[in-house]
């Protein structure tokens, strides 16, 4: 059937945008169709052979993308301030390797031949347990940091009969954020949502809403007597307070602190170490707060402590602390 004249010498104009929207869509679901990919692959291999195949990955990202990793790099060399550019190189790529057993270990949760909590062997639990018991019946928060692998410790503890909630930030496209939420719901972890970048780009009052509406969920998981896990070392928001960090001010999250005194939770810094194919979670001693002392001092002092514990755990092992973004903004 012939179009009219009229019809060929004015195109629709929805034609075009069309096209690009469905172009722009596809390209956003690049991300959730390598995952769907990976995770099909990690779910019928051995874990040492997905683990071999993820460092073939990370060396590939070190070889061909060293711009964008060139904020890890940064991160490391204030971490190692003395470093040669070799040792940084090689710290890097183990770091980056670290980070692909950690998203291995992420893929493998959707498995129901994954169990995580025969990997993990946990230390010092007596620390939560003190913590746990000084509670009065509300939940700890557990402060942490993108150490090890990190969520799949957290994964394993819960599987182990501890109910957790998890603050973690919306990933786009929604259907890789949804996919992964699935995986940790597997292993019976509750997930908080943070929209972060919906917050550094929305107005003060779209970022404000947002940011309260996760707080009151760690809130009310707190005051259920459910432990919620958070990171104190990545400022998703874009409004952490500059705090010293390696000796030099690093804007750092202090919500995490703020939310458990406003809510009378115990803190207790809880590290995952990566040992091989096997993991090591420590709790540590709960660091206590007055609530009598000013709130803005407390929140302070207690984010102090936090870091001097954690600097010392990276320092020995910076191959295991993944944080992509630049902590040290310019």
């Not at 690049?30 to 990919?37: F, H």
């Not at 307070?241 to 750092?252: D, S, Y």
Request: charged share 25%; with cysteine.
């Amino acid at each position: 059937m012939g179009q009219d004249a009229g019809a060929v010498a004015h195109p629709g104009p929805r034609a075009v945008p069309l096209s690009r929207t469905w172009w722009q869509r596809r390209q956003d679901m690049l991300p959730y169709y390598a995952y769907r990919s990976a995770e099909a692959l990690v779910g019928v291999l051995p874990v040492g052979v997905s683990y071999w195949l993820g460092d073939r990955v990370a060396d590939f990202l070190v070889t061909t993308m060293p711009g964008r990793l060139e904020p890890l790099r940064d991160n490391m060399a204030h971490v190692l301030p003395k470093a040669s550019p070799r040792m940084l190189n090689r710290t890097v790529r183990r770091n980056l390797r670290n980070l692909t057993h950690s998203w291995i270990d992420v893929m493998a949760m959707s498995s129901n031949r994954t169990d995580l909590p025969s990997r993990i062997d946990i230390e010092h639990l007596d620390n939560y347990f003190a913590a746990r018991e000084r509670s009065g019946g509300s939940g700890v928060v557990m402060a942490s940091m993108h150490y090890g692998s990190w969520e799949a410790g957290l994964a394993a503890w819960n599987a182990m009969g501890h109910p957790m909630a998890l603050l973690a930030e919306i990933l786009r496209p929604q259907e890789l954020f949804d996919r992964i939420i699935g995986a940790r719901g597997n292993q019976g972890v509750k997930v908080i949502p943070i929209d972060a970048a919906a917050m550094r780009e929305g107005d003060p009052h779209t970022a404000r809403r947002l940011g309260a509406g996760a707080m009151r969920e760690v809130l009310r998981a707190l005051k259920g007597g459910v432990d919620v896990a958070m990171a104190i070392d990545r400022d998703l928001i874009g409004n952490g307070v500059p705090t010293p960090f390696f000796c030099k001010p690093a804007p750092i999250p202090v919500g995490v602190v703020d939310i458990a005194i406003r809510a009378g939770a115990p803190i207790v810094p809880v590290i995952i170490f990566r040992e091989g194919r096997r993991l090591r979670g420590v709790p540590f001693p709960e660091i206590r707060y007055s609530t009598d002392a000013p709130r803005d001092e407390e929140v302070r002092r207690v984010t102090l402590e936090l870091l001097a514990l954690f600097e010392r755990y990276i320092r020995e092992h910076p191959d295991q602390w993944h944080v992509l973004d630049p902590i040290w903004r310019s």
